[in-house]
């Protein structure tokens, strides 16, 4: 199906003069970018939208390119439109539009055909004259900013189909004018987009068929930036290299209208079968994977500077009732990984998404299974991709373990690190150590360090984000000269002359990044489950980091093959959480490994030893009691649910109890209508038959005079003859008169 209509509003943005004043109070709001478009109208190639839409997979939300895999993520939104993707998710309570207009702008512009929409051309008249007396900083301008912010929304973030409805609910989000750039308005564009061409290639109503809305033109600048054939055929011929021509100034979506503007009005014109042929023909080289690093490291301004490894980020986008999966993991090679490391995200879950049409009041933040949806965009930075360890045996760095560490600083270069990813940097990390003592041994922090987290025991707000952490190199005491074989957890490379290298494993450093996130704890149950499981994880953490926490210890590294196995297994089960060990299998893979180490007295102390023992006597009655308390949670969160449902709808009984007895006065008013209607139809049956027989006698009259017609037409013909023969005798006599006389 090809496009026919794109709705994508970004011309809409030349017909606001915006005011001086709103302009610098917007600024550093995300939205500022947006106002460096300078090129306009600005056109859509449709025939290239056709044929990118025709490529896109609706479950794995990416591009499929003659197999090649590319996902339009937050990444992309960032560097094209500028708009912030980490923060906030764009979401809230749905109010009533009369309600949010009177408070945030003064005056009720609500649309009184559409509860909660108002029109852009309305907003335009009553806002985008400023008066003079007002002053940039009073709060009486404040109005006039929201309904331009509001106006960019409509245009850029959520077009509609009308392309003039404004649907004002993102008025609650502007309550602080300094707090909107906190809001993922990037994350809220990119599910809309993906909502709209999985909308566009299911084509259910044949209203919105052949019409795509969402801001598809950073969709034609994503092919051009990954696709330079695609650029080479479009304006350049293939005459000159393409990197001449690439912009390279915030946000890239105004030098890209630019550059396409010139070339968008030539005479040759390309069809969407052109496009597939370029795009079905394509080979891993013809795809540049990572783009954007062609740009300075101080492209990003200040307020979103940093935001672009949520990119990597395996979440859930929102924007109110929209909600979408972002999937980098379905194309790594964007990142510079080769293949992903799956163990250490969180599952994927079903998305069900609800109808704002009919509900207002909803929270849909925690509406149903958006609550879900939300909890999956809070902890979207313990889902950031990593390199597998199968696909690369090397260790990872000190600097990949560290790269979502906040910038210190002392960092003599703040702005390298906003661009850092994990294959820029080396694979070892080197530790000094004294010539004249014995071997030290240096790890991430002492064991007390890492302390067990229970998300159960600490309110939200103190649960430490990932980029807050760092990890820090401590000194342990000398161990004997003689250096004692590793465990696997750490290997350590070291003579006298010559620093120290310390060199995480693969595994071991997955878990230690993960060790905040790894989510290893139920969310619901007993208090002494939740303790128990906080001590068990806290001795494990011990087992698996066991030569450096305890350095008595000297087992080999390299351990029979079942233990390793047992090891590996216990630790996927750790990384997946303890919804894992509901399972059957995963309970029997767990007991039966967890009796392969217990067997092979691989433990540093006996203290770990028992409280595994322990642990695996009561896993099947904590286990059933655990799905209990999770079925009870689920069940009062329906019940809740239901309950919220109800109270929404006792609110509106009295309102529809109104309605209805308005409409029993029509029903017996159309009643009495009716009525009178009938008895005038009875009359007028009666009239018509008296008109029916007296038509009949009319019929019966008219045949009985038939007989006397046809005498009297004989006698008329008679008549006629006499009178011609007196007219021919007269005038034989007035001529005889006339020659006598």
């Not at 649910?641 to 006792?650: D, P, T």
């Amino acid at each position: 199906m090809d496009i026919e209509q794109a709705l994508d509003g970004i011309n809409n943005l030349k017909e606001w003069k915006i005011d001086k004043r709103v302009k610098q109070r917007i600024k550093d709001s995300g939205f500022d970018g947006l106002l460096r478009l300078t090129t306009f109208p600005v056109n859509h190639d449709l025939p290239l939208l056709s044929a990118l839409v025709e490529s896109y997979e609706i479950k794995s939300r990416c591009f499929v390119f003659n197999g090649h895999k590319l996902v339009f993520g937050l990444e992309d939104v960032l560097y094209i439109t500028g708009l912030p993707v980490d923060g906030n998710p764009v979401t809230g309570i749905d109010s009533k539009g009369n309600e949010l207009c009177m408070k945030y702008l003064g005056r009720n512009v609500c649309d009184k055909t559409r509860t909660g929409f108002t029109n852009s051309a309305w907003l335009r008249k009553n806002f985008e004259v400023v008066p003079e007396t007002i002053d940039q900083d009073s709060p009486e301008i404040e109005p006039y900013v929201r309904a331009f912010l509001l106006y960019l929304i409509s245009s850029i973030v959520v077009p509609s189909y009308n392309g003039t409805n404004v649907p004002v609910m993102y008025l609650s989000l502007m309550e602080n004018l300094q707090s909107i750039k906190d809001y993922a308005w990037g994350a809220a564009l990119l599910a809309h987009l993906h909502l709209s061409m999985e909308n566009f290639k299911q084509s259910y109503s044949p209203r919105r068929r052949n019409i795509l809305i969402g801001h598809s033109y950073s969709l034609m600048v994503f092919a051009m930036e990954r696709i330079p054939k695609l650029l080479l055929r479009f304006c350049l011929n293939g005459a000159n290299p393409v990197d001449d021509y690439l912009p390279t100034t915030f946000p890239l979506l105004a030098g890209w209208t630019k550059l396409l503007c010139e070339h968008s009005n030539t005479e040759e014109k390309i069809t969407k079968q052109e496009y597939l042929e370029i795009l079905d023909g394509l080979k891993e080289d013809d795809i540049v994977w990572q783009p954007y690093k062609r740009l300075p490291c101080d492209f990003l301004p200040q307020y979103c500077a940093g935001q672009e490894k949520i990119g990597m980020s395996r979440t859930i986008l929102l924007c109110y009732e929209k909600a979408v999966y972002h999937r980098p993991d379905l194309s790594p090679k964007q990142f510079g990984i080769q293949e992903v490391n799956t163990n250490i995200l969180r599952p994927l879950v079903e998305l069900e998404l609800g109808s704002r049409f009919g509900r207002k009041g909803i929270n849909w933040g925690t509406y149903g299974k958006y609550g879900c949806y939300k909890e999956e965009w809070e902890s979207r930075a313990s889902c950031l991709i990593i390199e597998s360890a199968e696909e690369d045996p090397g260790p990872p760095s000190f600097e990949a373990l560290t790269t979502l560490s906040s910038q210190t600083p002392n960092d003599p270069d703040p702005q390298s690190a906003k661009r850092k990813t994990i294959d820029h940097v080396g694979d070892k990390l080197k530790v000094k150590t004294k010539k004249t003592s014995g071997i030290l041994v240096d790890t991430y922090g002492p064991t007390n360090s890492l302390p067990s987290w229970n998300a159960m025991h600490l309110e939200p707000q103190l649960v430490p984000s990932i980029e807050s952490r760092s990890f820090d190199l401590i000194d342990v005491a000398p161990l004997d000269a003689t250096q004692p074989p590793s465990t696997g957890v750490f290997l350590v490379e070291s003579n006298q002359e010559e620093p120290a290298t310390i060199c995480p494993s693969n595994s071991s450093s997955s878990l230690l990044i993960n060790h905040f996130h790894s989510e290893l704890f139920p969310t619901a149950g007993s208090h002494k489950l939740l303790d128990e499981l906080s001590s068990l994880e806290a001795d494990v953490i011990d087992l698996l980091r066991g030569s450096v926490t305890h350095h008595s210890d000297v087992r080999p590294t390299t351990m029979h093959a079942p233990v390793e196995s047992a090891k590996e297994t216990i630790r996927g089960i750790l990384c997946q959480g303890f919804d894992t060990l509901t399972n059957s299998e995963m309970q029997e893979a767990f007991l039966a490994s967890s009796e392969v180490l217990l067997s092979a007295d691989v433990f540093p102390c006996a203290h770990l030893k028992t409280r595994l023992t322990v642990f695996r006597n009561e896993l099947r009655e904590n286990a059933t009691a655990f799905l209990q308390a999770q079925t009870a949670i689920d069940t009062a969160s329906e019940f809740s649910s239901l309950q919220e449902f109800l109270e929404v709808q006792a609110v509106k009984i009295p309102a529809l109890e109104e309605r209805l007895g308005v409409a029993a006065k029509k029903i017996a008013h159309l009643r009495a209508i009716l009525d009178a209607a009938v008895e005038r139809q009875t009359k007028m049956d009666e009239v018509l038959a008296a008109f029916v027989d007296k038509t009949k006698i009319a019929k019966q009259k008219l045949a009985s005079l038939n007989p006397q017609a046809a005498d009297i037409k004989s006698k008329k013909q008679a008549a006629v003859k006499v009178v011609e023969q007196c007219k021919s005798s007269w005038v034989d006599l007035s001529t005889s008169l006339f020659r006598f006389l």
